[in-house]
């Protein structure tokens, strides 16, 4: 298994400098450091609320949220720590859409600020699908420090992924 694989697409000297504080044993005690604040967001009643609570804040007008949980699977089976769908279904001669959103329970043990920056990421596909400019203008706008912690999120996660060797 390729150690990086979270930082694939980032450049040599940066990954050059987290192979260091992994063999130093420094990656965990710098994210340790910097993300010392837990949440209490553990079950599906809370993730929906605490989701809900920042759409409400952000988008407003959006379509509402059909169901919000945690999802064991999900990290093994799509690769992803988070997903989006949208569901419509057929009520007599209506259609009826429904919005859904899943977060790898990953989360449920990370730091604060990580489960909300998984959480803006699935919001702002609700407005915007493809991962464009106007989608992380979105994402930044809801979370100024989006691009950081999505880079410390990949840190967070290769150092998990270290810690099962």
Do not use: W
């Not at 691009?147 to 998990?160: A, I, K, S, V």
């Amino acid at each position: 298994m390729e150690p990086l694989k979270y930082l694939a697409g980032y450049p040599q000297h940066v990954q050059e400098r987290v192979l260091a504080l992994i063999e130093h044993d420094r990656l965990g005690a710098m994210l340790a450091e910097k993300y010392d604040q837990a949440h209490a967001v553990r079950s599906d009643g809370q993730l929906y609320d605490y989701v809900q609570a920042l759409k409400d804040r952000h988008l407003r007008k959006s379509v509402p949220l059909g169901k919000v949980i945690y999802d064991s699977k999900l990290q093994v089976m799509k690769h992803a720590l988070g997903t989006h769908t949208a569901i419509s279904r057929v009520h007599g001669g209506r259609l009826k859409a429904s919005r859904e959103i899943r977060i790898a329970t990953v989360f449920r043990d990370a730091p604060a600020q990580f489960l909300k920056m998984i959480v803006v990421h699935e919001l702002a596909h609700i407005k915007e699908a493809d991962h464009n400019k106007a989608f992380y203008q979105l994402c930044t706008h809801m979370e100024p420090d989006y691009h950081q912690l999505e880079f410390d999120l990949r840190l967070f996660l290769t150092h998990l992924d270290v810690g099962k060797k």
